[in-house]
Structure formats: structure tokens, C-alpha cells
């Protein structure tokens, strides 16, 4: 079946520094690749998305990459701060429909 | 916009229970719906897809009988957990898009569920 397999599993940081999470996915159908942060006992918040027919988006400190060759996306975010510390999830789409399988999390955990 | 509300937010209650948990879309109308269950530490897995009108498609593993689901209109979907046992223990969350293929998948609060 499709398969998200997510690194690293922590990551540490300190404040101001860079993070970068990677992810690969197994169907090259897939063309929906979401990125979501979860604080404990929370829902997942969508924090960007990236869809298949561009290979860079980003939104402030938050950016995401996506090489569909490889089937690889990443998550980059730049100028950690304190409150980034979170559980952050990738996923990617099952063909011909909206459910998403989900990665296996990186827990990041920015210090002051 | 977009928003899910689940209830209830936390559960308590004796094995052979049965729990049911609702998910509401308030603003869009969803026509579809998604099931997780998150246990600690770990990550969402997907449980059933739920399509207003019509049955919902399990994931392999997922005991139809077990888990029921019900989307009777656009705008809500119920779990129920049949005979609920200490291992359904976990953290059940619910999700919804306002048309086919389309996202993102909105989610709701969760519901901790704790059976003893």
C-alpha cells in the first residue's frame, strides 16, 4: 500500500536556526502534499501545503520543496522560535481521492 | 471558514460501553468525511472514509463492526465504538472537505477516549 516514510523522528534546535524535516512518499500519483503541526492533545493544523505542478511554495519563515522525481518533499523552517516546538506531520494523497496518509512525525523542539 | 467542531472533547467510561462521537462541519456543507485514530506518540492513522449518503470505506485492519459510521447529511458524521474495550483507548479525530478531491482536510478538536 502507499507508504510516507518521515525523518528525522526529533530535532533540536536552538532558537534562530534553521530545521529541516524530509519526507518520500511511494505513489507517483500522488499530488497533494500537506504539512501539518500538531501541540499535545491538539488537532493538526495545516501549517503549508504544496501541490504537484510547482515545486517550491513558501509563506514567511515556512517553505516546502517537492521533487517528484525522487518523490521527495521537505519542510524548511527558518528563524526557530520557541513556539515551533511541536509534533509536525507530512502526508501525501491517495490517488483519485482526498484521504492522506500521514507520516511518522517529527517531534521539534526549538531551545532558547 | 472551514471549521470542525467534534464531540465530545473527552470520554470515560466502562468496558462493554458503547461511545459515539459526533463531527459537524458548522460553515461548508462536507462531502466528505475521514476518520483517524492517534495513539500516543504516534501518528494519525486513517480509519474510514465517510461519504454523506453512503457506506464507509474501512481501512484494511479496521473492524467495520467494531467502528460504525454514519454520514447522514453534509454536515455531520458519527462514530460509534461498539462494545468499547481498554485497548480502543486513544485519540479519535475527524476531518472533513467541502467537495470531492478537493483539500485541504479541516480537522476537528479530537475526542481522548478513555475506556477502563
Known amino acids: 500500500g502507499e507508504n510516507v516514510e518521515q525523518h528525522p523522528s526529533t530535532l533540536s534546535v536552538q532558537e534562530g536556526d534553521s530545521a529541516v524535516i524530509k519526507c518520500t512518499y511511494s505513489?507517483?500519483?500522488?499530488?497533494?502534499f500537506p504539512w501539518y503541526k500538531q501541540e499535545l492533545g491538539k488537532r493538526p493544523q495545516l501549517i503549508i501545503d504544496?501541490?504537484?505542478?510547482?515545486g517550491e511554495k513558501k509563506d514567511q519563515r515556512i517553505a516546502v520543496t517537492l521533487n517528484k522525481t525522487a518523490k521527495h518533499f521537505s519542510l524548511h523552517i527558518t528563524e526557530t522560535q520557541p513556539e515551533d516546538s511541536a509534533v509536525y506531520f507530512c502526508?501525501?494523497?491517495?490517488?483519485?481521492?482526498?484521504?492522506?496518509?500521514f507520516g511518522t512525525g517529527t517531534r521539534l523542539q526549538v531551545f532558547p | 471558514g472551514a471549521v470542525v467542531s467534534q464531540h465530545p472533547s473527552w470520554v470515560i467510561c466502562k468496558s462493554g460501553t458503547s461511545v459515539k462521537i459526533e463531527c459537524r462541519s458548522l460553515?461548508?456543507?462536507?462531502?466528505?468525511m475521514f476518520w483517524y485514530r492517534q495513539f500516543p506518540k504516534q501518528s494519525l492513522m486513517l480509519m474510514a472514509t465517510?461519504?454523506?449518503?453512503?457506506?464507509?470505506?474501512?481501512e484494511q485492519g479496521v473492524e467495520k463492526d467494531k467502528f460504525l459510521i454514519n454520514h447522514a447529511s453534509l454536515t455531520l458524521s458519527t462514530l460509534t465504538v461498539t462494545s468499547a474495550h481498554p485497548e480502543d483507548s486513544s485519540f479519535y479525530i475527524c476531518?472533513?472537505?467541502?467537495?470531492?478531491?478537493?483539500?485541504?482536510?479541516?480537522f476537528g478538536d479530537g475526542t481522548r477516549l478513555s475506556i477502563l
Open positions: 460553515d461548508f456543507q462536507a462531502t466528505t
Open positions: 476531518s472533513a472537505v467541502g467537495s470531492p478531491l478537493s483539500q485541504p482536510q479541516h
Open positions: 505513489d507517483s500519483a500522488s499530488n497533494y
Open positions: 502526508a501525501a494523497n491517495g490517488v483519485d481521492t482526498d484521504k492522506l496518509i
Open positions: 465517510s461519504n454523506e449518503g453512503s457506506k464507509a470505506t474501512y
Open positions: 504544496i501541490r504537484s505542478n510547482v
